[in-house]
């Protein structure tokens, strides 16, 4: 159980990585989400937009229950309310090396900053009810061409889930880049032995297989 939940709440949360200097407890109340995280003011198309490839992390369904986990966040419009993006999922499940692909909608907000929420196609189901996702507010942490860090947290009766991503542009990550980030982690009071690795390989070209065309025969 994390830590940083209530320990009779029933939930298994996923925890990804923050980047702005917080120690642990701070600006939060005991068993509700913190209430001073900082986070970016704005966000820089160029370097959010792209495929990123998640390294570590800690989700609802186990730490064996995915591998391969890609996002690709294509630029879609700019209007006076919101900026949107396409966001596609890409994962491979353990449990039968089953591919999935799951694609949505991004949108940033105008008065939100660096703030956003996502909304899948059919809508997804991490593991559980009690997380409001289609309303959830993640919050980009740190961004720039390397790496990519967001959080969000959600307060329960019982509890708060907090959600931590860390992302990385290549599927090998750079030792100077992760030493970077755990460096990160440990600075900001977050155990990084409640993280586990996302493996990145034999992850077929992080697509789903077509289904082969059906061999044509032909009696003479």
């Not at 995280?37 to 995915?66: C, K, P």
């Not at 990519?148 to 931590?164: D, M």
Request: glycine fraction near 8%; aromatic fraction near 12%.
């Amino acid at each position: 159980m994390l830590k940083h939940l209530i320990a009779n709440s029933p939930l298994l949360v996923l925890i990804f990585l923050t980047s702005s200097y917080l120690v642990a407890g701070q600006g939060r109340k005991p068993g509700s989400c913190r209430t001073d995280i900082q986070y970016l003011q704005s966000v820089n198309r160029a370097h959010f937009e792209g495929i990123w490839y998640m390294h570590r992390g800690m989700t609802l369904d186990g730490s064996r229950a995915f591998r391969c986990r890609r996002m690709n966040f294509t630029y879609l419009y700019i209007s006076p309310d919101e900026t949107g993006y396409r966001a596609e999922e890409f994962k491979i499940r353990y449990e039968g090396e089953t591919p999935i692909v799951s694609v949505g909608s991004l949108k940033f907000p105008s008065n939100c900053a660096g703030q956003f929420r996502i909304t899948y196609w059919p809508r997804a189901n991490p593991g559980t009810g009690a997380i409001d996702w289609n309303n959830l507010m993640y919050k980009v942490l740190t961004l720039d061409s390397q790496k990519l860090i967001i959080y969000a947290c959600q307060n329960f009766q019982s509890g708060h889930a907090e959600l931590v991503w860390v992302y990385t542009r290549q599927p090998d990550v750079l030792g100077h880049i992760e030493t970077a980030f755990m460096a990160a982690l440990r600075a900001k009071g977050i155990d990084v032995g409640e993280l586990y690795r996302i493996h990145q390989m034999d992850c077929e070209d992080y697509e789903i297989p077509r289904a082969a065309a059906p061999l044509l025969v032909i009696h003479i």
